[in-house]
């Protein structure tokens, strides 16, 4: 079993539309978690920390449930630059070190 | 946050070379890594360079095919040495300062290995 699973996509969707990405990860005693985006041909770039108590940030929300080791991003009214690869990571020591990034959730929204 | 310079690239090689990639931060960071992003997978670390000493490599990974120079706190060189076509993959640099948990990466550096 992978560290970290995602669904690889692509997830195609229409500007507006509500979509949703999920992760889950293996190891019980991982203490950080991450969704990270990166475009195509670029690098990675930190969109948000996901804490237990769930977190917002504008349009992106990002929640984590421990006891089924799941993690979640809903990105809400989609624009054309919300396309990209997710990358849901994962860290057991609470820092950088040691990331395990997952294969990427890769998004397209149309027009 | 960092500019962090890769260089190079990108570049194509021939099998049995050895290729240095070298990675320079505009300012101290405490911690520097290098990662592989082979063709449609994700991240995979290989080792975190460690400054004024050697550098601790994952499990898959060994001094030998990928040495790892950190001579200060802003640069790093990673070596793939005696290259084969499995080692055609995008190297990313990424820097962390002591208790973030962010990474920041280089624009990464593209190898083809013919």
């Known amino acids: 079993r992978k560290e970290v699973e995602q669904d690889p996509g692509p997830f195609n969707v229409p500007e507006g539309a509500t979509v949703a990405f999920n992760c889950t990860y293996s190891?019980?005693?991982?203490?950080?978690f991450f969704w990270y985006r990166q475009d195509c041909r670029k690098e990675p770039k930190l969109l948000m920390s996901?804490?237990?108590s769930g977190n917002e940030d504008g349009r992106f929300t990002a929640q984590l449930n421990r006891a089924s080791q799941y993690i979640s991003l809903l990105i809400r009214d989609s624009k054309l630059s919300d396309s990209a690869t997710y990358l849901c990571?994962?860290?057991?020591?609470?820092?950088?070190?040691?990331?395990?990034f997952g294969t990427g959730t890769r998004l397209q929204v149309t027009l | 946050s960092a500019v962090i310079s890769q260089k190079p690239s990108r570049d194509i090689c021939q099998r049995g070379t050895s290729l240095t990639i070298q990675c320079q931060v505009d300012?101290?960071?405490?911690?520097m890594f290098w990662y592989r992003q082979q063709p449609g997978q994700s991240l995979t670390l290989i080792a975190t360079?460690?400054?004024?000493?050697?550098?601790?490599?994952e499990s898959g990974f060994v001094i030998d095919k990928f040495p790892i120079s950190r001579p200060n706190l802003t640069f790093s060189t990673l070596t793939v040495s005696n290259m084969s076509p499995e080692d055609s993959s995008i190297y990313l640099c990424?820097?962390?300062?002591?208790?973030?948990?962010?990474?920041?990466f280089g624009e990464g550096s593209r190898l083809t290995v013919l």
């Open positions: 990424s820097v962390s300062w002591a208790g973030g948990g962010e990474l920041f």
């Open positions: 190891n019980s005693a991982s203490q950080s």
């Open positions: 996901v804490y237990s």
């Open positions: 990571v994962v860290s057991n020591t609470g820092t950088a070190s040691k990331l395990t």
């Open positions: 300012s101290q960071v405490t911690m």
């Open positions: 360079a460690n400054q004024g000493s050697e550098a601790t490599y």
